[in-house]
């Protein structure tokens, strides 16, 4: 039984490591800041699912404030910091670069610091696909190069592997870098597609297809996900400074995908055939022949078998998908 750190708790990747970490008996100290990038409803029904297990612990902080991180780690001495909180969303990181900066560099310094600090035996933490920017080899393989992001959340990704290298460098500290490629399922996050497009389609809203529906992804159920996160905080034989990509290995287009939603759902998308918008990248494909052999990754989740249960989620959770949308919409 380990005492961990999990930052972004509430999260959507967070919400599902923290419950999975609690069920096989650790002490989880869950982090986040609740903060209002889409309804916090969302955050708090995921938190309060959470709080029901005794070996967890609910603490409201915002990862950028130093003063309360320093007594959090004084008094828990976390063994491990697995740090998922971040502002996310690469459309966002255009019109509001500050949040990026505020908790993806600062917010990072802060945990990675004090792990350094308090001598945490493992730092693992969340990277993106997105730093792989406009690379035109497929699949994207963890040695290429990554030095032309095409997003502000792309960059301080980037960033966040750079820093934990230096740290690695200088500290001898294992830092563990996890590449996640388009994660989706129930108690997902209402700005991906997934989302959004379910939720138009349900009230006969249009959706935008960017780039003529051309796009590719690499859609990534959260159970597999969640399966390498925790292989990632605990097998052994990791070298000190390691980049995993975690990925589905099957890339699907976007027609294909809204295609999916249709027949999976019984509803009919009204599609806007839009331009590729500005800091999206045309496809993302993961190699996993890294995970596979580090962390014995292998998602065996099909798009249509994670998109099921994803829907079924969003029928069950009726009343607090409506406080998701009448959220959004009084932002609008």
């Known amino acids: 039984m380990s005492t961990i750190i999990v930052t972004g708790s509430a999260g959507f990747i967070g919400f599902h490591v923290a419950k999975a970490l609690l069920d096989r008996g650790d002490i989880v100290i869950g982090l986040d800041d609740f903060n209002p990038y889409y309804d916090p409803q969302l955050k708090v029904a995921r938190d309060e699912i959470l709080k029901k297990e005794s070996n967890f612990l609910s603490i409201n902080v915002d990862i950028s404030d130093l003063a309360p991180l320093e007594i959090l780690f004084r008094n828990y001495n976390p063994s491990i910091v697995c740090h998922l909180a971040a502002q996310a969303g690469v459309r966002y990181s255009l019109i509001n670069p500050y949040a990026y900066q505020k908790s993806n560099l600062e917010g990072f310094v802060n945990l990675i610091e004090l792990s ?54 200088l500290w001898n500290m294992q830092t563990i870098g996890l590449r996640f490629f388009t994660v989706y399922g129930p108690w997902g996050r209402p700005d991906m597609a997934y989302w959004s497009f379910l939720e138009a389609m349900r009230y006969g809203e249009p959706i935008k297809v960017f780039n003529y529906g051309r796009n590719r ?108 949308r009448d959220f959004r919409l009084s932002k609008s």
Not at 132 to 146: A, C, F, I, R
Not at 153 to 162: D, G, I, Q, V
Not at 217 to 235: E, M, Q
Not at 283 to 293: E, G, K, M, V, Y
């Open 116 to 169: 350094k600090q308090h001598s945490v035996d493992r730092f693992v933490y969340a990277s993106s696909s997105s730093v792989y920017g406009g690379n035109t080899k497929l699949p994207y393989s963890e040695d290429d190069p990554v030095e032309t992001p095409v997003s502000l959340y792309a960059a301080t990704k980037r960033s966040n592997e750079l820093i934990a290298y230096t740290y690695t460098h």
């Open 217 to 324: 992804r690499d859609f990534t159920y959260i159970d597999d996900v969640t399966k390498g996160v925790l292989s990632a905080l605990t097998v052994d034989k990791l070298d000190k400074y390691e980049i995993i990509n975690l990925g589905n290995n099957q890339p699907v287009e976007l027609m294909d995908f809204i295609e999916s939603l249709e027949d999976l759902s019984g509803l009919k998308a009204i599609k806007e055939m839009v331009d590729a918008q500005p800091g999206d990248v045309v496809a993302t494909f993961a190699s996993i022949d890294r995970a596979s052999s580090k962390l014995g990754f292998k998602p065996s989740t099909s798009l249509k078998e994670g998109l099921l249960p994803f829907i079924r989620w969003y029928e069950d959770q009726s009343i607090l998908v409506q406080s998701v």
